[in-house]
């Protein structure tokens, strides 16, 4: 087999492409987040902190010399992860959940009872014979 039939074998199995989608998906919906986090859920916050803007949260270790940047530890931000994280993990706990609920759905549905044996269907006709003679 030649390498680029096996990496086409590999490429085109279900799982890699479901996988390869779930990455997609995982990664516009991180942005989704990251969106609905910064824009319509921290400034709430902030305003009922005080007005802070977490992004500007920072930790000046040393002031802005000339054209040299101040070196700063910008905590906002991290909280900010944090709180898009959050969010993502419960999205994807309740999906996931969900998904585990209609499967077991699907385990407990009653299966079709078994077909009789050959021994029971003979018995049987006997038995239908005897009434009607």
Not at 22 to 36: D, H, R, Y
Not at 83 to 99: E, W
Request: cysteine-free; charged content about 20%; glycine content about 8%.
């Amino acid at each position: 087999m030649s390498m680029m039939s096996e990496f086409k074998d590999f490429a085109m199995r279900g799982n890699v492409v479901d996988m390869a989608v779930g990455i997609i998906i995982g990664g516009a919906f991180g942005k989704i987040v990251a969106s609905f986090v910064s824009n319509v859920l921290m400034p709430p916050i902030g305003l009922l902190l005080g007005g802070v803007n977490f992004t500007d949260l920072a930790y000046t270790l040393k002031e802005a010399v000339g054209e040299t940047a101040a070196v700063t530890i910008n905590y906002g931000a991290f909280i900010q992860s944090v709180v898009d994280f959050i969010i993502i993990a419960f999205a994807i706990f309740i999906a996931i959940k969900g998904m585990n609920s209609l499967k077991k759905k699907e385990e407990e549905a009653p299966a079709a009872p078994a077909a009789p044996s050959d021994e029971v269907v003979l018995l049987t006709e006997i038995r239908d014979s005897l009434k009607n003679s």
